[in-house]
């Protein structure tokens, strides 16, 4: 495996520098070796575990796709149940930004060795409530927060200064704000809706700090991915027949120069979708038990599916494949599915934690 590879290979170097001299005739003394990269080159899968149980956990399976490594973040830091809902990730330069849900905290990480950095909140509500999903741009980190679940009105994406891991300020949202993405020096905030449903892209400018404008979507915008020309695509799930009050998806094209609208596919009424996902010139999204794949020059939703028989709590493309979570009960231990989009096979499942809800690569250091 590569780190016993790097640790015998440290070894050597130690005792091939222990051996030379120095121009006093001492021993040369070697810098302290750095931490192994036990983390680089390989999958992420963030565990949400179940709420109110402590069992949130990382799992990691290298490129190759060898053995599962399970609770990386535990077995590193020495701890045993660490947090409550493990939501996402975020990451800058080296560090991995761990979005904790219920334990209304973030643990920053060494994102190679996972070895604990600081934890941003985690006590006073006055720093974070319910934090869900972070980006980073200007060298500072934005969490979109519900807040109160029982205020609409509290709702917040938090500002977090990425060199003392503080919260700075909070910007004000509407309902729900969920999934972030950064482009240049706009934020763009999915108000789902938290527990209600809500159907707005808001725009926060990273230099100010505000919002500085919104846009309309369909209901419960899931999911936002940027296609090669800088477009971004807006996934709506739109609302669910429990609610009464059904309405379909919706799938929206947004020039990000003009900050407008541009194009929008519906559903049927009764179609859900979710987990956009966006490689070469393709997006991919879940609806239902199946997958769909259409060009984005496409005018009008594909009609026959790609996969069908599965069922994703994520999902992502990444170089050919298409790697799903399924959670499985959600109380046992879900796997993660990788396939070959290429004929649309199974390549291996692997077992990873209880509720697996996203799904991130980890490249060599310094890539």
Known sequence: MRLKQLILTTAAAVFLLASCSNDDGGPLVPDPSPEPLAFENGIIVVNEGGITSGNASISFIPDDLSAVQHSIFGSANGVDAWGDTAQSMAFHGNLGFIVVNYSRKIEVVNRYTFTSVATIGGGDESELMSPRYMAVADGKGYVSDWGDPSDPEDDFVAVIDLENYA???????????????????????????????????????????????????????????????????????????????????????????????????????????????????????????????????????????????????????????????????????????????????????????????????????GE
């Not at 005018?299 to 994520?314: A, Q, R, S, W």
């Open 167 to 365: 919260v700075t300020t909070k910007i004000p949202v509407g309902e729900g704000p969920e999934r972030l993405l950064a482009k240049d020096n706009i934020i763009y905030v999915a108000l789902e809706g938290g527990y209600n449903f809500n159907n707005g892209i808001a725009m926060i400018d990273s230099d100010s700090d505000t919002v500085t404008g919104s846009l309309s979507v369909g209901e419960g915008p899931n999911s936002l991915q940027l296609d090669a020309d800088g477009n971004l695509w807006v996934l709506s799930g739109g609302k669910p027949a429990y609610t009464e009050d059904e309405t379909a998806g919706q799938l929206n094209k947004i020039d990000t120069d003009s900050r407008t609208v541009t194009e929008s596919l519906s559903f049927f009424p009764t179609e859900h979708p979710g987990h956009l996902s966006y490689e070469d010139g393709r997006l991919y999204y879940t609806l239902g038990a199946s997958v769909f794949m259409m060009d984005v020059s496409d005018v009008e939703l594909p009609e026959e599916p790609e996969m069908t028989g599965v069922f994703f709590y994520d999902m992502t493309v990444k170089e050919g494949k298409l790697y799903g979570a399924d959670a499985k009960d959600f109380a046992s231990n879900g796997s993660l599915e990788i396939y070959d989009l290429s004929d649309n096979s199974l390549i291996t499942s692997k077992e990873v934690g209880v509720n697996p809800g996203a799904i991130y690569f980890n490249a060599a250091a």
